[in-house]
């Protein structure tokens, strides 16, 4: 059973970086035709996606984040990454890393991480 676990800080500061770290157990990122995601649900609000990275490595971003977005991956620790540069407190929200067989996901599965809240404040 694949599984995914998020980790990075959980607090940010406004105009750093946001950086996180989704780890995958029990499959691995490249297995053909599977996209990893990362989507997010700010406090009261739906879910929003991100961005996503291919089993081939290509990557897809959101119109809305893509100037502020990056994800890349290390297959050699089975990890994909999300950056997210200049935030603001509007960035706070609960980060999700999933797998897919689409691009875009943003319905809740079994292939989801737990999500990890990060707070932008100073």
């Known amino acids: 059973q694949v599984q995914l676990q998020e980790s990075g800080p959980g607090l940010v500061k406004p105009s750093q970086t946001l950086s996180l770290t989704c780890t995958v157990s029990?499959?691995?990122?490249?297995?053909?035709?599977?996209?990893w995601s990362w989507i997010r649900q700010p406090p009261g609000k739906g879910m929003e996606w991100m961005g996503a990275?291919?089993?081939?490595?290509?990557?897809y971003y959101s119109p809305s984040l893509k100037s502020r977005t990056s994800i890349s991956r290390d297959t050699s620790k089975n990890q994909f990454t999300l950056q997210l540069r200049s935030v603001t407190p509007e960035d706070t929200a609960v980060y999700y890393c999933?797998?897919?067989?689409?691009?875009?996901?943003?319905?809740?599965?079994?292939?989801w991480g737990q999500g990890t809240q990060v707070t932008v404040s100073s």
């Open positions: 029990g499959g691995s990122i490249t297995t053909n035709y599977y996209y």
């Open positions: 999933a797998r897919a067989r689409a691009v875009v996901t943003t319905t809740p599965s079994s292939y």
């Open positions: 990275i291919s089993y081939s490595g290509s990557t």
